[in-house]
């Protein structure tokens, strides 16, 4: 039932992206994912070549199924992206920022390429540009997007860039969010949140125990983010901020801005030997709305599966739904 076109293009069984992680990275959690007939996503965002390197080298013992490696333009790093073609993966996906000649180099290495936008502007830039699949992600997202939510968006963008699938991300985190992400004309979802709560995912113990029990309003917005993270450094670059689980870091910085702008300087450096380090979780915690729908620690190949199931029994109930 759930095959869509955006499957047959991507050689995938079911229409299922997981998200990419960026530094959180883990080639367990993509290789699951694409052996579960999923797209697993590899991250490169403050990674280096080495780990890019492995990370590839990994999925590809793990399955000879599709897989794709993320770069973000926040920042872009002109060197990993020429590793990344190098390594010749099934798919190339970007977020951000408008993908301009990537796409093209993308195609030249042999990869599909998928753009993972916020707004209508950026989707028909991208589609102009060569997008082989477009991502129409709402605020309720984990990691960094817009402002517009995902059911006003999505529509939209599947209008705007017709014939290229759109996938639908934001608030998705269970077999009704896929049935809902169809019937609103995308042909499939890029899931992050629920699998941050994957047995594979890699994050430290303490953020899969607080997604599990978060609920929806604890997943926020962290306004001042644009003063302390890695600027964007390619042109085209879009106007974002990250939801995360309160902390209190970013409580604070949320408060008191001004004193963030004060401390930018230190905070930014602070902010990154976090992340290189491991605890980055400890002051702003990635994390989407959908936190409030995953209460437990699975198997990625189980969340797949599952999703796939609860979403043929929606669209089956759906079609019950007396009609006069
Ligand atoms: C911890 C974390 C890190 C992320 N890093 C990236 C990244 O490097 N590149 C990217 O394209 N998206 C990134 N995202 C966004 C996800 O790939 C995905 O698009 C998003 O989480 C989907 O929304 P959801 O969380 O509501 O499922 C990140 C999200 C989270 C939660």
Redesign the pocket.
Same mark, same amino acid.
């Given at each position: 039932v759930l095959r869509t076109p955006f499957c047959d293009r991507f050689a995938l069984e079911h229409p299922i992206v997981?998200?990419?992680?960026?530094?959180?990275s883990s080639a367990e959690l993509s290789a699951a994912v694409s052996a579960a007939g999923g797209l697993g996503?590899i991250?490169?965002?403050l990674r280096s070549a080495r780990a890019l390197r492995d990370d590839v080298a990994r999925v590809r013992s793990l399955t000879s199924a599709p897989f794709a490696v993320?770069?973000?333009v926040r920042p872009f790093d002109e060197e990993l992206f020429d590793v990344t073609l190098e390594l010749t993966p099934p798919v190339v996906?970007?977020?951000?920022g408008d993908p301009g000649d990537l796409v093209a180099r993308a195609h030249e290495a042999g990869a599909l390429f998928v753009q @993972?936008v916020h707004s209508v502007p950026a989707a028909v830039r991208a589609a102009e540009a060569g997008a082989d699949a477009i991502?129409a992600?709402?605020a309720?997202? &984990? &990691?960094?997007?817009g402002s517009v939510a995902a059911l006003p968006l999505v529509p939209q963008v599947v209008d705007a860039v017709a014939p290229v699938p759109v996938l639908a991300? &934001?608030?998705?985190?269970d077999g009704r969010g896929l049935a809902a992400a169809l019937v609103l004309g995308a042909q499939g979802v890029?899931?992050?949140?629920?699998?941050?709560a994957a047995a594979e995912a890699g994050?430290p113990a303490a953020w899969q125990e607080r997604i599990a029990s978060a609920s929806s309003d604890d997943a926020v917005k962290v306004d001042f983010a644009p003063l302390v993270f890695p600027p964007a450094n390619r042109p085209g670059a879009y106007d974002v901020r990250p939801?995360a689980l309160t902390t209190p870091f970013v409580e604070a910085g949320n408060a008191d801005p001004a004193a963030v702008e004060r401390g930018a300087a230190q905070l930014a450096t602070e902010l990154v030997s976090a992340v290189r380090a491991g605890r980055a979780h400890e002051l702003v915690?990635?994390? &989407? @709305?959908?936190a409030g729908l995953v209460r437990d620690v699975r198997p990625a190949a189980v969340i797949v599966r599952s999703m796939v199931e609860e979403a043929e029994r929606a669209i089956a109930a759906a079609g019950r739904i007396p009609a006069r």
């Open positions: 997981q998200g990419s992680f960026g530094p959180w996503s991250g490169t965002a993320n770069h973000t996906s970007l977020a951000l @993972q991502i992600q709402g309720e997202a &984990g &990691g960094f997007g991300a &934001g608030g998705i985190a890029n899931v992050g949140t629920r699998f941050l994050i939801r915690p990635f994390t &989407g @709305q959908s």
